[in-house]
Nanobody
Framework: QVQLVESGGGLVQAGGSLRLSCAAS????????MGWFRQAPGKEREFVAA????????YDADSVKGRFTISRDNAKNTVYLQMNSLKPEDTAVYYC????????????????WGQGTQVTVSS
């Protein structure tokens, strides 16, 4: 069992930056592949980025490629999402998730979820 708590969301103007954090507790953090997802009002939750257990591999959705960077610090049991050049269409609740595998992509592959943090980008 692992508990995930996101932080760092807020209101930012278009073109600005935010860094989201997700703190994990419970089993050994480095056992989990980690990911970020987001859900905008009236839309389904979508994949944003994923990172392997020991940061060797990352994968970003096309919509955020070149703007968002996922990283993790296993010593701090934390995964991050650095978001630059934010756009109004990035407005959503952002969730971190953990899977008991090297790395996961699909929402159904993840075993544990945080409660989400709101990101609002104004134009």
């Amino acid at each position: 069992q692992v508990q995930l708590v996101e932080s760092g969301g807020g209101l930012v103007q278009a073109g600005g930056s935010l860094r989201l954090s997700c703190a994990a507790s419970g089993r050994t953090f480095s056992s989990y592949g980690m990911g970020w997802f987001r859900q905008a009002p009236g839309k389904e939750r979508e994949f944003v980025a994923a990172i392997s257990r020991r940061s060797g591999t990352t994968y970003d959705a096309d919509s955020v490629k070149g703007r968002f960077t996922i990283s993790r610090d296993n010593a701090k049991n934390t995964v991050y999402l650095q978001m630059n050049s934010l756009k109004p269409e990035d407005t959503a609740v952002y969730y971190c998730a953990a899977c008991l595998d090297y790395m996961c992509y699909g929402e159904g592959e993840y075993d544990y979820w945080g409660q989400g943090t709101q990101v609002t980008v104004s134009s």
